[in-house]
């Protein structure tokens, strides 16, 4: 047990001396750091909300409009199934939640209702079930069909909005060059938005509070916007916008939709070349660029309206064909508005619209006093430990305490290594490791201690301690590590930055009470040989 094989010691060396110098970094200041040498570590770890400060939100998703938009779609679907089986209907709509139909001639109930049927599928993710969930629920009542959205579905399609929408959230604030954002579900529609080191949330309410589903429309030249304001109706095929700017001048726009927003490959900001003024500059895909092409090519002398969340922030008259797929968006922007809007088109529309559920600004001060907090606490627990360890073990608690050191050294080198966010939660799981590393030594000294007591000489003491101890070290860490685990898995936010550094602490303590002691221990046996043993 006290016998070290070559490739032992020399792995205990080099994961030793790599924690010291992946933690060293941590110590150095940022500004220093640029003068390190570009093969030594540079990586510190992160801190999050709470100890540096930053913009915490909680986004709700509209979940009651994507129920919405697929009946809408299904309405569409309806249509299509009974014109293809040749099967009249009337008052086909969506009334109380679902979609129902009336079929005209009663003999051909059962013809509509196998058509519907075939509409249906399983829901994603239910394929392997015993019992597969259906999307749709198709009840009839003599000649009237009704369908509605089963609850699986509903959950199904929240839950891909929900993740659609973290992406997308991610990508914009991706753009605003932040570190270490937190973006986590929260709940069933949900989304948990921590930006440590963002001071001012404001940029970051208007980026997400936009849901950027863009399209290219022509301006209807049956009337003005103020004339179909003035009527109170509007021409089929129409429908009255307005202008995001304050103005909010009514633009009657068609329903056609010219070009997607999805065929937008890339928009920038820039300035316009004849005025100076802020713009954005974007770039289709092939087919959009063709389809932006034609457009502009049979529109020429027309307004193009340019709608971005059924506001039109833009509606130049069409001069020329363009037809390189390239154009340009300006509408009096400021430079701050430009750059949010090429964010926006570029990372993508959101799946749904969200709201801003709560909001709330941690100021660095704050942050500041959390870490000193967590520094005296630490300092002080350290101090306690070393303390007692020297006073109840002399020498080998000397030991113990150099293995605590490296054991402290690892957690961090880790948590730079994995670019970990480091919360106050997290501080009290470091503190928490110190307690259990030293733990696991005053359970191997007392029975080494027993040992002793029984009679036996020094390296039999030692041996038979260290064996007796390990059973006991092992199942106490490996429960711990069982919560963390659970911890983790099941937590969010700083529940998970407590079991992320309680996990590391328990491996790394385990390592250095266990095998770094154990092989400080059999250097000094093999120097001294002592005669006797005093502990």
Same mark, same amino acid.
């Given at each position: 047990?006290?016998?070290?094989?070559? $490739?032992?010691?020399?792995?205990?060396?080099i994961?030793c001396?790599?924690?010291?110098?992946?933690?060293?970094?941590?110590f150095v200041?940022?500004?220093?750091?640029?003068?390190?040498?570009?093969?030594l570590?540079?990586?510190?770890?992160?801190?999050?909300?709470d100890?540096?400060?930053?913009?915490? /939100?909680?986004?709700?998703?509209? *979940?009651?409009?994507?129920?919405?938009e697929r009946?809408q779609?299904?309405?569409?679907?309806?249509?299509?199934?009974?014109?293809?089986?040749s099967?009249p209907?009337?008052?086909?709509?969506?009334?109380?939640?679902?979609v129902?139909?009336?079929?005209t001639?009663?003999?051909?109930a059962e013809k509509?209702?196998?058509?519907?049927?075939g509409?249906?599928?399983?829901?994603?993710g239910?394929?392997?079930?015993t019992?597969p969930?259906?999307d749709?629920?198709?009840?009839?009542d003599?000649?009237?069909?009704?369908?509605?959205?089963?609850?699986?579905?509903?959950r199904?399609r929240?839950?891909s909005?929900?993740q659609?929408?973290?992406?997308?959230?991610r990508?914009?604030?991706?753009?605003?060059g932040?570190?270490?954002?937190?973006?986590?579900?929260?709940?069933?529609?949900?989304?948990?938005?921590?930006?440590?080191?963002?001071?001012?949330?404001?940029?970051?309410?208007?980026?997400?509070?936009?849901?950027?589903?863009?399209?290219?429309?022509?301006?209807? @030249?049956? /009337?003005?916007?103020?004339?179909?304001l003035a009527?109170?109706?509007?021409?089929?095929? *129409?429908?009255?916008?307005?202008t995001?700017?304050?103005?909010k001048?009514?633009?009657?726009?068609?329903?056609?939709?010219?070009?997607g927003?999805?065929?937008?490959?890339?928009?920038?900001?820039?300035?316009d070349?004849?005025n100076?003024?802020?713009?954005?500059?974007?770039?289709?895909?092939?087919?959009?660029?063709?389809?932006?092409?034609? !457009?502009?090519?049979d529109?020429?002398?027309? +307004?193009?309206?340019?709608?971005l969340?059924?506001?039109?922030?833009?509606?130049?008259?069409?001069?020329?064909p363009? /037809?390189?797929?390239?154009?340009?968006?300006?509408?009096?922007?400021?430079?701050?508005?430009?750059? @949010?809007?090429?964010?926006?088109?570029?990372?993508?529309?959101?799946p749904?619209?969200?709201?801003?559920?709560?909001?709330?600004?941690?100021?660095?001060?704050?942050?500041?006093?959390?870490?000193?907090?967590?520094e005296?606490?630490?300092?002080i627990?350290s101090?306690?430990?070393?303390?007692f360890?020297i006073?109840?073990y002399?020498?080998?608690?000397i030991?113990?305490n150099?293995?605590?050191?490296?054991?402290?050294?690892?957690?961090?080198?880790?948590?730079?290594?994995?670019?970990?966010?480091?919360?106050?939660p997290?501080?009290a799981?470091?503190?928490?490791?110190?307690?259990?590393?030293?733990?696991?030594?005053?359970?191997?000294?007392?029975r080494?201690?027993?040992?002793?007591?029984?009679?036996?000489?020094?390296? +039999?003491a030692?041996?038979?301690?260290?064996?007796?101890?390990?059973?006991?070290?092992?199942?106490?860490n490996?429960?711990?590590?069982?919560?963390?685990?659970i911890?983790?898995?099941?937590?969010?936010?700083?529940?998970?930055?407590f079991?992320?550094?309680?996990?590391?602490?328990?491996?790394?303590? !385990?390592?250095?009470?266990?095998t770094?002691?154990?092989y400080?221990?059999s250097? $000094?046996?093999?120097?001294?040989?002592?005669k006797?043993?005093?502990?």
């Amino acid at each position: 047990m006290l016998h070290f094989d070559r $490739w032992k010691i020399v792995l205990i060396y080099i994961l030793c001396v790599a924690g010291l110098v992946y933690t060293a970094p941590n110590f150095v200041p940022k500004s220093k750091l640029q003068d390190v040498p570009a093969w030594l570590p540079h990586q510190q770890i992160n801190l999050g909300l709470d100890l540096r400060g930053g913009s915490y /939100m909680l986004l709700g998703l509209e *979940t009651d409009a994507l129920v919405r938009e697929r009946l809408q779609g299904l309405v569409n679907e309806v249509r299509g199934a009974l014109r293809d089986v040749s099967v009249p209907y009337t008052g086909l709509g969506i009334k109380d939640g679902s979609v129902v139909v009336r079929i005209t001639a009663p003999a051909d109930a059962e013809k509509a209702r196998d058509a519907i049927d075939g509409l249906s599928s399983i829901v994603a993710g239910n394929q392997f079930s015993t019992l597969p969930e259906r999307d749709l629920l198709i009840t009839a009542d003599g000649p009237q069909i009704s369908i509605v959205l089963s609850d699986a579905a509903k959950r199904a399609r929240v839950q891909s909005a929900v993740q659609q929408s973290i992406e997308i959230v991610r990508r914009r604030i991706d753009e605003l060059g932040t570190t270490e954002p937190v973006i986590q579900q929260q709940g069933i529609d949900r989304i948990l938005v921590q930006v440590p080191g963002l001071d001012d949330p404001s940029q970051l309410k208007a980026l997400l509070g936009k849901t950027a589903k863009m399209n290219f429309r022509l301006v209807s @030249n049956a /009337m003005s916007g103020q004339q179909a304001l003035a009527s109170r109706t509007v021409p089929a095929g *129409t429908e009255l916008l307005y202008t995001s700017d304050q103005l909010k001048t009514p633009v009657l726009v068609e329903r056609r939709i010219m070009v997607g927003g999805d065929r937008l490959v890339d928009a920038q900001p820039g300035f316009d070349q004849r005025n100076g003024l802020p713009v954005v500059n974007f770039r289709f895909d092939a087919t959009g660029a063709r389809q932006f092409g034609e !457009v502009t090519r049979d529109s020429v002398g027309r +307004p193009f309206a340019i709608v971005l969340d059924n506001e039109v922030i833009s509606a130049p008259v069409i001069r020329e064909p363009i /037809m390189g797929g390239q154009g340009q968006i300006s509408g009096n922007f400021t430079v701050q508005e430009a750059n @949010n809007l090429a964010i926006l088109l570029r990372s993508g529309a959101l799946p749904v619209a969200i709201t801003v559920l709560e909001e709330r600004t941690v100021g660095p001060g704050l942050g500041a006093d959390s870490i000193r907090a967590g520094e005296i606490a630490a300092i002080i627990g350290s101090v306690a430990v070393v303390a007692f360890m020297i006073a109840s073990y002399g020498f080998f608690g000397i030991l113990a305490n150099i293995a605590l050191i490296l054991n402290i050294a690892m957690v961090f080198a880790v948590l730079s290594v994995l670019q970990a966010t480091l919360t106050l939660p997290g501080i009290a799981g470091i503190v928490l490791t110190i307690g259990m590393a030293v733990d696991a030594n005053v359970l191997i000294y007392e029975r080494i201690r027993e040992e002793v007591a029984a009679g036996k000489g020094p390296i +039999p003491a030692i041996e038979s301690g260290y064996n007796r101890a390990l059973s006991s070290i092992l199942d106490a860490n490996i429960t711990t590590l069982i919560s963390a685990a659970i911890l983790f898995q099941m937590g969010s936010g700083p529940v998970r930055g407590f079991a992320v550094t309680l996990g590391i602490g328990i491996v790394t303590s !385990v390592f250095t009470a266990f095998t770094v002691n154990r092989y400080m221990v059999s250097v $000094w046996l093999r120097r001294r040989r002592p005669k006797a043993l005093v502990l």
